[in-house]
């Protein structure tokens, strides 16, 4: 395993690189094929209001894997994320036109032994926070 | 509500999973991630890993299956129809790679009701075929309580 980013040079409250991804109708129904959750409020809008949804919304999944990409960018090596977990605290939701945008911005908000730290994530989609508790643990070198 | 001895149970482990480059490489490019740990051989094995390295979420592709069996157990009576993903973690001692062979066993931690809504909480350890555990991921699903009419 090899992070790009040592224990040394990061401390508590050493920001990520911000993000901002486009989320689109499109993008649902690859992640519904990529990841086998074909439930029907991620891509059938009548489907979703039935259920008392407002329209389409993201897989928490999807929205947990774009967030985790702050971080995963910043290290470099996807496999120093030893630990990852998210609340859906609430859904994103995707219009058919113009879909969403998922805004995610990272922290470090603990160092830990053993050269990891933890990073506390903020996703939110317009006025909405997406993921509350969103942590991970990050193997630095 | 339903038993409360289904906090606890452990069920059967999963069908073995063989984890795919292909599939890798379709599910970062699901998410939009070009890190070429995900797609490139060489490039992974530049970290030190063995083949291409999956990324962290991953590894919902072969838990769901296990936890739903928990979930869709009778005796938790789940209204599936309006269940929506409360919480996701994963904890690793090695990354997931492609040319794994994987296998899954789910157990119920926690069954709460609150106002109306339903929540079923599981652990599910992930191990390679030959019996060595990769992971664990802990998820909880919510039943939504149905709309009030106003």
């Given amino acids: 395993m090899a992070a790009t980013v040592s224990y040394d040079d990061v401390e508590v409250g050493t ?113 909405d926070k997406v993921l509350g508790r969103a942590k991970a643990v990050v193997q630095l070198t | 509500m339903s038993t409360p001895d289904v906090v606890g149970r452990t069920y059967p482990k999963t069908p073995v999973y063989e984890v795919g480059r292909e599939k890798i490489r379709e599910f970062a490019t699901a998410i939009g991630d070009t890190n070429p740990a995900y797609h490139d051989v060489e490039a992974a094995r530049k970290l030190g890993h063995r083949d291409l390295v999956a990324p962290p979420t991953f590894a919902i592709i072969v838990t769901v299956p296990a936890s739903v069996t928990a979930a869709l157990d009778p005796d938790v009576n789940l209204d599936y129809s309006r269940v929506v993903h409360g919480d996701q973690r994963f904890e690793y001692r090695r990354p997931i790679y492609a040319g794994d062979r994987l296998v899954c066993q789910a157990t119920i931690d926690s069954l709460r009701e609150r106002a109306g809504s339903v929540f079923v909480s599981t652990r599910t350890d992930i191990f390679t075929e030959d019996g060595e555990q990769v992971g664990s991921a802990y998820a909880t699903i919510v039943s939504r309580a149905p709309q009030k009419e106003s």
Avoid: C
Wanted: glycine share 8%; hydrophobic share 45%; charged share 25%.
């Fill in chain 1, 15 to 127: 920001e990520l690189p911000a993000q901002a991804f486009p989320v689109e109708r499109v993008n649902l129904v690859m992640y519904a094929g990529a990841s086998g959750d074909f439930n029907p409020i991620h891509w059938n809008e009548r489907f979703a209001k039935s259920v008392d949804l407002p329209d389409v919304i993201a897989h928490g999944m999807f929205t947990m894997a774009e967030a985790g990409r702050v971080v995963t960018d910043w290290v470099g090596d996807p496999a120093a994320v030893v630990e990852y977990g998210v609340r859906f605290t609430r859904p994103v939701v995707v219009p058919d036109v113009g879909g969403a945008t998922l805004e995610v911005s990272g922290v470090v908000s603990e160092k830990l032994d053993d050269r990891r730290v933890t990073v506390d994530l903020t996703a939110r989609s317009g006025d």
